[in-house]
């Protein structure tokens, strides 16, 4: 029986669909993970916000439910503790937003912080032995790279340009994530520092297949087949797709988020670091906006966040999504006009065409590109991605 003619992320990774859902802290889930391994592609889990604990009651239900390969995902940041200074500045940016929600900026209370890969996740990861880690903002220390290598754990790594390609590929990455600058939530840089300064997915793809040996996943700004199309034609062997699966039933996340997703549009999101100090793409709302989307004066990733939570979940509560954090993709619009006309359906994992599920045991891109071109050839194409453009996959 024929294949997708690429199988490298296949025969890598171990799955049967070269979709991978994202990571998403603080909206993906068991539910969506298993639905998603369940229909051949490779579910994940964001760590940075959870507690080793959580981490292993959700892959042991994971795995009472499917012998399928999954992925955990971690951040690999540096921390750097703010002065006092540092966080009076914070404080003062933030007084007009505390004010306007009747809090104290002063009595805050402390939160969790997204931590990076330590010496102790690397432990509970050898113990749990997942198929796949995928890290976000470079990877960890050598040595504990070489740990991860060593249990035969395949390793995935963000990179958003040339260069931190090819790091990730002499640092014993088994795969690239190329991240496009379309891509919903934070952006994965770790030798760049210019926001302003990302490239596109469609720029910055091939110029990474042109040099990088080992297997590259496309992510940022895909949404439906046609992007699915385009990421293998420039060079990738996957695709990771983030903001789609937030559309799904089993992202949790609440019913204001899914609603300001449902209405954004292609330019409703920006880069902004007012959230936890880092660029990452999200909604503009009311607090990016008036907050200028990037701002020096938010503290260093992760220490921002805390002192813009109370905001955020007293925005939430006055059922206003003016502070809420709304990671999300450029192409969020898509998944919104395919959804509504069934074309690539609400199941994870799954790539629709039409009603017609795509036979993945198949050629799968082969069809894919065929039924794209053929579809085009017999109805008139038509620009407009909300028209009958969407209409044709
Ligand atoms: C809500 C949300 C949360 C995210 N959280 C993480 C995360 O915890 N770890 C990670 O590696 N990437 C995270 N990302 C980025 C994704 O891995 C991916 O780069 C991005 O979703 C791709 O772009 P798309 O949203 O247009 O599909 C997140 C993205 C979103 C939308």
Redesign the pocket.
Known sequence: MQQWRNRRILDLLGMETPIIQ??????DSVRLALAVCKAGGLGSF?C?LKSLDEVRASVQKLREATDRPFNL?F?CHVMQAPSQADIERWRDFLRPFYVRWGLDPETVPPSRLRMPFDKEACRFVEEIRPPVV?F?FGLPAPALVDRLKNRNIRILS?ATSVAEAKWLEEHGCDAV?V?GV?????R?MFLEKDPARQAGLFALLPQVADQVKIPLIA?????DARGIVAAFALGASGV?????Y?FCPEAEIPPLYRKALEEVSESGTALTNLFSGRPARAIVNRYVEEGGLMSDAALPFPYAATLVLPLRNASERANSNDCMQL?????AQLRRFSNSRGVLRGVPGGVFLGKRPLNVRGSALHQLENRYSQTRRRRKFHPNPGGQHAGLL
Do not use: K, R, V, Y
Request: hydrophobic share 45%; charged share 5%; aromatic share 6%.
């Open positions: 994202a990571p998403m802290a603080g909206a964001a940075a995902n951040f995928s976000h963000t994530i991240q379309e891509a919903g939530g934070h994965g992510t940022g700004g895909i949404a990771q797709m983030g903001t789609a937030l990671w999300a993709g450029q192409a």
